[in-house]
């Protein structure tokens, strides 16, 4: 069958968040079959579960949060599509994340570092079959008119593809490419999507931080972009960095939904807020989606069974 999996061991890693500034010790474990991936805030008096989950996403300004049951008075964890993303770029099912405080490490920027730590603690198979949500009919959410348009939909489609979309007329961004599609079942997750940093600019800084965001970012964590070009002394990585970071964002803003997709994903200027309301549109019709598993691997969607510890 196409097995659920975890991890083999414990992995560690300390950063700081790009947020609030503080410093965070996270550590990654394996984890039971069909437990999900949950989140566990260890430095608080008594330890908070955070089970991964549309409806547990509380706050997307800026970044995704989540909370026991989506409830904003609630202990939060922050920041975590990077980390979520690299999850599903390698098929981990199953996993306990404790962290030290309220936001992931940010790391490079990117869902590199968190795919060595994954890759590092090793890839275990678990004895009970991969469970995937197959979306049955098209799904969409939309928001603001003209220029200030923007949506994104799921639709029916056999493997998971994503189309990403942006549009900020900006000279260093225009110098770029600004529509990216990706299939998830090409094996090039790894390579072509998770070296991709957040970006910010330096116009946006002053304003951010005012509202006690972007407390921890620098160049090491982020591309940096004042108004006409890249500060950062390296570039970019890759020509349409920009776009491929919005697709990384939405791999790990889809895999809130609990089980890796079999469907299209296609965006224009979306972000964490309308990917969620996406999940959750999708989530309140019964219609729309089906838990589906393969005993068979060739029974799966075309590169779905190959989801191999090499993403």
Known sequence: MLA????QSI????GVGV???QRVEMTLKPAPADSGIVFRRIDLPQVVEIPVSATAVCDTRMATALSPGGDP???KVKTVEHLMSACAGLGI???VVDITAEEVPILDGSAAAFVYLLQSAGIALQAAPKRFLRVRKPVEVRQGEGRRAMWARLEPHDGYKLSFEIDFDHPAVNQTGQLVEFDMGSGLYKREIARARTFGFTKDVEM???RGLGLGGSMD????VDDHKVLNAGGLRYDDEFVKHKILDAIGDMFMVGHPLIASYTAYRSGHALNNLLLRALLEDPQASEIVHFDDPAQAPPGLA??????
């Open 306 to 311: 190959a989801l191999a510890p090499a993403w």
């Open 4 to 7: 659920q999996r975890t991890l």
């Open 19 to 21: 947020h609030s500034g």
């Open 73 to 75: 008075g609630a202990p």
């Open 93 to 95: 099912d199953n996993l």
């Open 11 to 14: 992995t560690r890693a300390v």
């Open 221 to 224: 964590n982020v591309v940096v």
């Open 208 to 210: 951010m931080r005012a």
